[in-house]
């Protein structure tokens, strides 16, 4: 089991940053990819992007590709999600999850979830 905390949103206006944090605890030891996803009201759940436990090139979607940067430090056991240039298209609630398929968009890949933090970017 892993327990994850997401951390760090709140109101930016747009050309603003944001860094979310995603604290993970319970069986760390374990090697778990992580990803972030986010949800806008109305809409489903979609990937933003995903690294490797190894923390070796992320992937990320096209929408926030040279936008957001994804990291991890697995000595705190938290991932890190910098955001830089936001849009309100960017506004969501962002989550983070824990699985071991690998780092692809697939929701059903990810095991565990957090609660999510909410972006919201106003114009």
């Known amino acids: 089991q892993v327990h994850l905390v997401e951390s760090g949103g709140g109101l930016v206006q747009a050309g603003g940053s944001l860094r979310l944090s995603c604290a993970a605890s319970?069986?760390?030891?374990?090697?778990?990819?992580l990803g972030w996803f986010r949800q806008a009201p109305g809409k489903e759940r979609e990937f933003v992007g995903a690294?490797?436990?190894?923390?070796?090139?992320?992937n990320y979607a096209d929408s926030v590709k040279g936008r957001f940067t994804i990291s991890r430090d697995n000595a705190k056991n938290t991932m890190y999600l910098q955001m830089n240039d936001l849009t309100p298209e960017d506004t969501a609630v962002y989550f983070c999850?824990?699985?071991?398929?690998?780092?692809?968009?697939?929701?059903?890949?990810?095991?565990?979830w957090g609660q999510g933090t909410q972006v919201t970017v106003s114009s």
């Open positions: 319970g069986d760390t030891n374990i090697h778990y990819h």
């Open positions: 999850a824990a699985g071991q398929r690998g780092i692809a968009s697939d929701i059903g890949w990810y095991t565990f």
């Open positions: 690294i490797s436990w190894s923390g070796g090139s992320p």
